[in-house]
């Protein structure tokens, strides 16, 4: 599956007659917008799309569409005002997109109508299954077949994001679910990592990982559902650590004295098959700044292997700006480090290597230098995708890790790219609502993964 861009909406849950109560207040919010701003009249029909992404293979194209009809108002990306709504999850091949397939997942009465029953969706590895995580429900979907199967995931967190729910195979499920109550003390936590069979009943739920307090911040499930990473709350002397999902084992993460101090922050990022975490450890400044404010701090790098068939351990260092983002390429041969204008580079584990792209993407910017409007991520194996999003709109590029080769994407927000580089999918919503998704062709050429090294010594 690939996404570039998706809604994502966290609000509370709200449903039932009441909503008439906030009808004169939602009219009087639409009216004083106006249609000036994006304001579909209050009394119409309205429909989005969102969270397009292609399966695994780029052979099926998904999203979710949103619909709904009464005294709500579409003010610019969001809806206002009491509706009846519907949710449908739709799905084609990118080959033949006017034969739509659509599975209706929710339909009601919503008080808030940013409130969706689906929260979030994941293709299985082989993607012909679909998980379709819900607020009170959450099913699997037959793509072939457009039959469905429940996900009896029990009581499910509040913030469920797509970090808490992976496959395993095309038959199971792993998640992460988190309990809070107040004590005298402050906050306590209850984490527990389950592992399913779709369609099982939740009793028949196999629990691999409990513990409770308030020294466990978040678990980061890796892809394929092997391993997690269990990242400690800064300050508490936590070491991360690693759980093996099917034996329950955990086992700590060295990581140096300074990078365990008080104001150090680890940010997780899984290669995409699951066997190596890299863990970047901003190590606390003297003045004890933020991760995001400006300025340099040290990095020290950790890739961390599950086991010994993923090779040996790597740990090194460099000095970065502070809002440093990584996350591997697709290929899983590079970490690739954005920091904002500052910094953009390829880091090669092993043997280690940092591979500078500053003066390969540079050129192709344009604006303002200190909006910080351009940011790199990863698109495909050989490639990287330059984004620019402004006021005025969003420029999409794709550029290989050689910066030779250019290719203009979208300048739509809601987009995404096939596996295999053949397609591309966007969402056209200048027409609120009647929004269309459109794939076309994009044939994107295979571009070589393996750099020349920058001859910088290890």
Sequence with gaps: MFTIFGRRDRSRKSRGPAATRHFELWILLASIVGTAGGCTPSGGVWKWHRDLAFSPDGKTVLYAQSSGAGAGAVVGPAVVGPSLRTEEVVWFAADRPEQTRRLVFDRGWNEFASDWGLR???????????????????????????????????????????????????????????????????????????????????????????????????IVLAPGGRSAFLEGVPGTGQSPRLLDTSTGRVREVHIPADARAAGTIVQPAWRPDGMIIALLCHVASPGGR?????????????????????????????????????EWTRDGRYLLVDAGRRFYGLIQPDPWDVIPLMDKLEPLMTGDVQQDNWQVRPLLPGWLWLRNWTGEGVRNLAVDYEGKNVVPLTEVKDWGVSADGRYIAEVDESDLRAPTVRVRPLNLPERPVALATSGRPS
Excluded: C
């Design 120 to 218: 979030f969706f994941r293709f299985s590895p082989s993607g012909r299954h679909v998980a379709l995580i819900g607020w009170l429900k959450s099913v699997a979907l037959d793509l072939e077949t457009g039959k469905t199967q429940p996900l009896h995931l029990g009581w499910l967190p509040t913030e469920f994001s797509s970090e808490n729910f992976t496959w395993l195979g095309d038959s199971g499920v792993v998640y992460w679910t988190e309990r809070s109550r107040m004590t005298g003390s402050g906050p306590w936590y209850t984490h527990e990592v389950f592992r399913q069979q779709v369609g099982a009943p939740v009793w028949r739920r196999e629990r691999v990982f409990r513990e409770e307090g308030a020294r466990l911040g978040s």
């Design 290 to 326: 933020s991760l995001f404010e400006f300025g340099d701090r040290e990095v020290v790098f950790v890739f961390e292997p599950i086991d010994e068939t993923a090779g040996g351990r790597v740990e090194q260092r460099l000095i970065l700006p502070n809002n440093t983002l990584a």
